[in-house]
Each structure stands twice: as C-alpha cells, then as structure tokens.
C-alpha cells in the first residue's frame, strides 16, 4: 500500500494531525483537505457545540473534523458494514465514544422517521454516481432531522446540475474543486 493510500488527516481542532485509515468502498472518495478547510473556515461561528450529522460518512473525514473542531455530538452513516466498522474503530482511536456514534444504515431509510433530535449541522456527500441530494434533501425537512437553522453542505459532481432543494434552503456560500462543487445552506423557519 502506498503511504498515505486510504488514509485522512484530521486538519484542525484537538485531533490535528491525526491520520486515520479508511477501509475503500464504492464510490468513497474523502473530501480533499483544501475543500474540508474552507468548509471549516465558512462554519467557524456555527460549530461550537453543534449536533452533527454526516451521512454517507465513508471515511468519516467531514463529521470527524467536524467533533475535533468542536461540535458536541456527531452521528456517522454508512451503509457498508466494513466501512461503518472502520469509522468505529476511529471513533475508538480518537477517545471520542461519548460524544460520536456510527449507525450502519442505508441513509434513505434512515431518514424515513424522525431522529431523537434534530441536528444543527448536517453534512451530505454521496457517491456522485448516485442521484440522492434531492430525496435525502426532501426527507430531512420532512422527517424533522434539522434544527431551525440548521447548516446543510451539499457536495456533488461538477458535471450534475444543481436539484431543487427545499425554499427554505438558502445559499450562503459555494465552492469548486477538482470534479465536486460544494455549497453551504442554512435552513429557516417557513413562517
């Protein structure tokens, strides 16, 4: 195996540094370091203490920045049971048991019921292969996964237009980077 090969670096908060192996899968590919610290730089003011979710979590590079930057909570959603193992033993590694949990799921079906609570940030980086942003978009507003303003970062093939996403989904910042365009929401209230 190449050095490096299947593996992320956390890049910043009290796990920088830390390199984590990653088992491959179908269509995982880890969001790239630069594209992860601008993404990290836009939240800055909205992760302290936030509630975490990262579906399609593959190498857990997004949700596990995300707690060592200090959000309070992080769920990790994997479908493959060999990769949701991995992001367990990583939660392990880093001592951060009490404050991430790893569901082995498909992420459609887990948003087709309403969470314990809602979340404040939610990140969703499918396979790009795979059409999911608008029915994974639809079913978090429906299913009540997102808290009243919560922050959605989208992440997809440059060569995909954008889908419709939820009125109440506004565009605060986007991004390009190699083949993914990215782009940060914040949710409000309908009123």
């Known amino acids: ?10 890049i910043g908060g009290r796990h ?3 390199r984590l192996h990653f088992t491959p899968g179908r269509g995982l590919r880890p969001t790239a370091d630069r ?11 909205d992760l302290a203490g936030a509630r975490c979710l990262d579906l399609f979590a593959g ?13 309070a909570a992080l769920t990790l959603v994997e ?8 992001l367990r033993d990583n939660v392990a590694l880093l001592h951060e048991q009490a404050l991430a949990e790893v569901i082995q799921a498909d992420a459609l079906r887990l948003l087709s019921a309403p969470p314990a609570q809602p979340y404040d940030i939610v990140f969703i980086d ?12 639809t079913r978090l507003e429906q299913c009540a996964w997102l808290s009243p303003e919560a922050m959605i970062y989208l ?11 939820p009125v109440n989904w506004a565009i605060q ?19």
Do not use: C, K, Y
């Open 59 to 71: 190498s857990g590079a997004l949700g596990l920045e995300a707690l060592s930057r200090g959000a």
């Open 35 to 45: 594209v992860r610290e601008t993404l990290f730089n836009w939240l800055r003011a």
């Open 155 to 165: 992440e997809q093939d440059t060569h995909r237009p954008w889908p419709t996403l």
């Open 79 to 86: 479908r493959n049971r060999w990769v949701a193992q991995r």
């Open 126 to 137: 499918p396979p790009f292969a795979e059409d999911l942003l608008p029915a994974v978009s």
């Open 1 to 10: 195996m190449a050095d490096g090969a299947n593996q992320v670096r956390i």
């Open 16 to 18: 920088r540094g830390r």
């Open 173 to 191: 910042r986007e991004g390009r980077a190699g083949g993914s365009a990215q782009r940060l929401l914040r949710r409000s209230i309908r009123r």
